[in-house]
């Protein structure tokens, strides 16, 4: 369906006509949810995300790259660009630093030159799920994309009558100013119609090899290859950043197509990586066959609303909220492990990175438990063949590689949940031993790892918890961040104790998890970094932000003081009980919108007040008015949110989109309902935005949401039941879904007494 917004009206009824699938037995069309999806939504503003072909949780994304230095280069497109350097196979969705970006293919016509760059309409630029398409006009060469889990397929239209060429290059990197770089690469001619070859590159990931294989529909003639001013000749070259320019002279057709398979393991693994899925030509097929693969992932859940642009939203939300974590393991089971050695998976397991764990341990992957099962325990397996690999559970896995990226441990959160859950099929001894590793300084296993960043996995900050229950700000950044998250991570390591019978390890981590209470400062109000002699650092600034050098990682006082999911109780009473609570809150989300300091995050944006929706620290907040017994205040401002920051449109998302966590957040809430603690399978009431949802289950049975009397208008709920019996609290438990069966909510335009 999305081309571009302003034709939205038009293209609305043309794309669902062209997507229906066949009809339903009495002659009515079937849903198809996919014509509901827009790739280019957050692709604008600040939400990294890409329009590019990929399969659910594959390991291709086959994308344009249009901008390659800056944050807002991440997953290497935004939307307001009208240059493109060429399509590459692997992007990262919604982060904010850029890596992947592998292996640049550009059709071009005319002199072959060291600067190609194609340039576009935006008019002519389409994406739906499961295929890209543009006119490059300066070339004049339409180009298409489509993939399947591991193979990358091109379809390049020429003039009449005008040579064909293309540009392969190894040493294009995404964000070199920060750091990114190709260190070394081979192209190997196998035959007129076989090129193969790999490049390592470091950056976020600190050693990257990606391998690939690529079968050309016709055969080439080598123009010329270059390692930077080097020309390279020969059948297989190397060089740190290898560049060929090809010609398809004989080819009978104004078409070209390209299979491309891509692999972390070898040149082989590759092949047959485009032998398994990709020995054919027929790229209309490919796209039904991706298109398939996503109305089968995004059926799941069948929503209905007479607002268009809530169901765009959800559509496409549910579809970016299944990018990552993406495969990593080649069709014949081999893949990379932590400790970059070559493995063979044994049946039931597959391997995946990019988990963006820090972001989606608080919607994204509650969310998976609810609609995909299955997938959380492969999920968790995968976490946990880590740690045996490389020492330790990461917590920003990137290509093999620990990133130590964001705060804390936060894998242990999705093994409490999935257990919570009934979801155990993996070992939860081996998860216990590596989630009590996880919450210990651990120098000497960082130390035998390559990655520089390894010793951010478990850091000095978790040494004072264990010493000394918190850590001093004038020992350690991001003191309150660390102390806050460790004592939720901590929390849900006494559930895993008790879950495997462990009891006396329950205890030890059930008090670490009260160690919150060190940074509460009752004369502020606030959560505060203490110093080593047990006093206040000064001054103290609750709007004050410098990203990451503080005590506060990415946010401020205002920000972090909410976050003790696990304990809301203990901390309404640290505050003052309810009312004060309740009155904290209502300041919060009315203060000034004002972050000072001169290195204030970027992060922190999607302002209500101090509430700050485009980072994650605070997407559990408006829920925290429940537990105060205030939950029109929560309706209301979730209503405020929804309404505020989610549109269809290529700025839609107010923050980094963060691997599926910023939309994730927006499909539970529409959906009526949220989780604020992980590992505590409990589920409250909000604001829902549809007027009805079938949810369907692994277990054969389907849990319905049917919302009365919804409108704008009309924000706060009056009641709700669950398959007839009154919900007076607004919450129910996992097991109520799991069982099947009918929540009713119905909304009023008056905020209940």
């Known amino acids: 369906m999305p081309i571009r917004w302003k034709f939205l009206p038009i293209l609305l009824a043309l794309s669902i006509a062209a997507c229906q699938p066949p009809a339903t037995d009495d002659g009515a069309p079937a849903f198809d949810p996919i014509a509901y999806v827009d790739p280019f939504i957050g692709t604008g503003a600040h939400g990294h995300t890409f329009p590019g072909p990929t399969m659910p949780h594959g390991m291709v994304q086959l994308s344009p790259d249009t901008r390659l230095p800056g944050w807002d280069a991440s997953s290497g497109y935004h939307d307001s660009d009208t240059t493109i350097y060429g399509f590459s196979h692997t992007h990262l969705s919604g982060t904010g630093i850029g890596d992947m970006g592998d292996i640049l293919f550009l059709p071009f016509t005319g002199p072959a030159t060291d600067s190609l760059i194609a340039t576009f309409d935006k008019e002519a630029e389409t994406a739906?799920?499961?295929?890209?398409?543009?006119?490059?006009?300066?070339?004049?060469?339409?180009?298409?994309?489509?993939?399947?889990?591991?193979?990358?397929?091109?379809?390049?239209?020429?003039?009449?009558?005008?040579?064909?060429?293309?540009?392969?290059?190894?040493?294009?990197?995404?964000?070199?100013?920060?750091?990114?770089?190709?260190?070394?690469?081979?192209?190997?001619?196998?035959?007129?119609?076989?090129?193969?070859?790999?490049?390592?590159?470091s950056g976020w990931a600190y050693d990257h090899p990606v391998f690939f294989y690529a079968v050309f529909s016709a055969p080439y003639r080598v123009i010329e290859t270059r390692d930077g001013d080097a020309v390279l000749s020969g059948q297989s070259l190397s060089g740190k950043s290898i560049k060929t320019w090809l010609s398809f002279p004989d080819n009978a057709s104004t078409e070209l197509l390209i299979n491309v398979g891509i692999s972390s393991v070898s040149m082989e693994g590759a092949q047959k990586n485009v032998?398994?899925?990709?020995?054919?030509?027929?790229?209309?097929?490919?796209?039904?066959?991706?298109?398939?693969?996503?109305?089968?992932?995004l059926g799941r859940i069948a929503v209905n609303t007479l607002d268009e642009a809530i169901r765009t939203n959800f559509y496409t939300g549910l579809y970016h909220s299944m990018l990552a974590p993406m495969l990593a393991q080649d069709v014949d089971g081999r893949y990379r492990g932590m400790d970059h050695q070559i493995h063979q998976a044994e049946e039931g397991f597959t391997n995946y990175t990019v988990f963006s764990l820090w972001d989606t341990f608080r919607a994204l992957h509650p969310l998976m438990t609810i609609i995909d099962r299955e997938q959380t325990a492969v999920w968790i397996r995968a976490l946990l063949r880590k740690y045996e690999e490389g020492g330790l559970l990461p917590k920003w896995p990137l290509a093999s590689n620990y990133t130590g990226t964001m705060v804390g441990y936060p894998a242990v959160s999705?093994?409490?949940?999935?257990?919570?859950?009934?979801?155990?099929?993996?070992?939860?001894?081996?998860?216990l031993a590596a989630a009590v590793i996880s919450s210990h300084y651990q120098p000497g296993i960082a130390a035998q790892r390559p990655e520089p960043r390894a010793g951010r996995v478990t850091p000095r900050q978790l040494d004072f918890i264990a010493r000394q229950a918190f850590i001093p700000a004038d020992s350690a950044l991001g003191s309150v961040s660390y102390g806050l998250e460790s004592a939720y991570y901590d929390w849900c390591i006494a559930q895993l104790a008790r879950y495997v019978g462990q009891d006396s390890l329950a205890r030890v981590y059930a008090e670490r998890a009260t160690?919150?209470?060190?940074?509460?400062?009752?004369?502020?109000?606030?959560?505060?970094?203490?110093?080593?002699?047990?006093?206040?650092?000064?001054?103290?600034?609750?709007?004050?932000?410098?990203?990451?050098?503080?005590?506060?990682?990415?946010?401020?006082?205002?920000?972090w003081s909410w976050f003790v999911p696990h304990d809301v109780p203990g901390l309404m009473d640290l505050m003052g009980g309810p009312d004060a609570f309740a009155a904290k809150l209502d300041t919060l989300f009315s203060t000034r919108s004002v972050v000072e300091g001169a290195r204030a995050s970027a992060d922190i944006s999607g302002l209500i007040g101090q509430y700050a929706h485009g980072n994650e620290p605070s997407h559990h907040i408006a829920y925290l008015y429940h537990a105060a017994g205030r939950p029109a205040a929560m309706q209301a401002r979730l209503d405020d949110i929804l309404q505020t920051f989610y549109h269809p449109t290529p700025d839609g998302l107010i923050g980094n989109e963060d691997c599926g966590q910023m939309s994730a957040w927006y499909v539970l809430n529409a959906l009526g309902f949220y989780q604020v603690t992980p590992g505590l399978p409990v589920y409250t009431?909000?604001?829902?935005?549809?007027?009805?949802?079938?949810?369907?289950?692994?277990?054969?049975?389907?849990?319905?949401?049917?919302?009365?009397?919804?409108?704008?208008?009309?924000?706060?709920?009056?009641?709700?039941?669950?398959d007839g019996s009154p919900l007076p609290d607004l919450s129910f438990s996992h097991d109520a879904i799991e069982n099947g069966g009918v929540l009713t909510i119905v909304m009023t335009g008056t905020a209940p007494s």
């Open 128 to 201: 739906t799920a499961g295929q890209y398409a543009v006119h490059l006009k300066n070339f004049d060469v339409r180009a298409e994309l489509a993939v399947t889990q591991r193979t990358g397929m091109h379809r390049y239209t020429y003039p009449e009558g005008v040579e064909q060429k293309l540009l392969i290059d190894l040493g294009h990197v995404l964000q070199a100013n920060w750091g990114h770089e190709s260190l070394a690469g081979t192209l190997e001619f196998i035959d007129e119609h076989t090129i193969q070859g790999w490049r390592r590159t």
């Open 275 to 297: 032998e398994a899925e990709a020995d054919n030509w027929h790229f209309e097929a490919r796209v039904e066959a991706a298109r398939d693969a996503w109305r089968a992932a």
């Open 414 to 431: 999705l093994i409490a949940d999935a257990l919570s859950k009934g979801i155990d099929d993996f070992d939860a001894q081996q998860a």
């Open 515 to 559: 160690y919150y209470r060190h940074y509460f400062d009752p004369a502020s109000g606030f959560m505060r970094a203490k110093m080593s002699d047990g006093q206040w650092k000064e001054p103290f600034n609750p709007y004050f932000s410098d990203h990451e050098d503080s005590e506060y990682i990415e946010g401020n006082a205002w920000q």
């Open 685 to 722: 009431i909000g604001r829902p935005l549809i007027h009805d949802a079938t949810i369907a289950l692994e277990n054969g049975r389907t849990f319905t949401i049917v919302v009365e009397n919804n409108s704008l208008e009309n924000k706060y709920v009056d009641r709700a039941t669950l």
